[in-house]
């Protein structure tokens, strides 16, 4: 079945470090792609999204690219802050199961 | 808008007590979703409902547990007899029409402790 693999964390970066965040995904057809912030004490939020091959997602400085030939979405950012920390999750969207499918999720830690 | 809402937040019970979670989806969104993330692992889905009908309950674990959605506004989800392996986040999710498009709304989460 559909399935994401996301590194594990946790990930600690000090204030302004470049940040990658490794996702790759199995999915039969083109699956539309995401990635969901959780920070403290909050609900999940959608930070970015794609849907088709080589399509860039972007939002508050984070960016990630839909690669269907590696089947990865790696999210990056070139200077992280404190209020950064959360934790990531990558997920793509099944259309052949209708549902989010989610990697296991990575923490992000970044320290002044 | 307010957004969806999960109670309670946090919730510590006793191996073989029972336990109801509750989600408020947005007003006027007929799709809601529960996940839930054990153990520090990936967020799995667990059902569908489209108004109060079950669309997809293929995620449920087993049968100790129970998803309702009455009326198809609010859904509750019981654990009974709840086990130490049921332990982790239970999110609530909603979505207008279904389409991952218009994106779903996620609430902050009940995190369940078994004990």
């Known amino acids: 079945g559909d399935s994401v693999t996301q590194m594990e964390g946790p990930v600690t970066l000090s204030e302004e470090a470049f940040l990658t965040i490794n996702c790759t995904y199995t999915a039969t057809g083109y699956p539309s792609l995401f990635w969901y912030v959780q920070y403290p004490g909050e609900g999940l939020q959608l930070l970015l999204k794609?849907?088709?091959?080589?399509d860039k997602g972007s939002n508050k400085g984070f960016e990630a690219t839909y690669r269907k030939e590696t089947t990865s979405f790696h999210l990056e950012k070139g200077s992280v802050q404190v209020s950064d920390s959360a934790v990531y999750f990558c997920?793509?969207?099944?259309?052949?199961?209708?549902?989010?499918?989610f990697g296991a999720g990575t923490r992000l830690a970044v320290h002044p | 808008e307010a957004g969806v809402t999960q109670f309670p937040s946090h919730s510590v019970i006793e191996k073989g007590q029972t336990v109801t979670l509750r989600c408020d989806p947005i007003?006027?969104?007929?799709?809601l979703y529960w996940y839930r993330r054990v153990m520090g692992k990936e967020i799995k889905f667990l059902l569908h409902f489209v108004k109060e009908s079950k669309q997809d309950e293929s995620g449920m674990p087993n049968n100790r547990f129970l998803a309702e959605r009455t009326g198809g506004t609010y859904s509750t989800l019981k654990v009974q007899p709840a086990e130490l392996e049921d332990s982790g986040v239970y999110f609530c999710?909603?979505?207008?029409?279904?389409?991952?498009?218009?994106?779903?709304?996620f609430g902050s989460g009940t995190r369940l402790t078994v004990v």
């Open positions: 794609a849907t088709k091959a080589d």
């Open positions: 997920a793509l969207f099944s259309g052949g199961y209708n549902k989010l499918i």
């Open positions: 999710a909603s979505s207008q029409d279904g389409s991952i498009r218009r994106g779903y709304t």
């Open positions: 007003s006027g969104h007929d799709n």
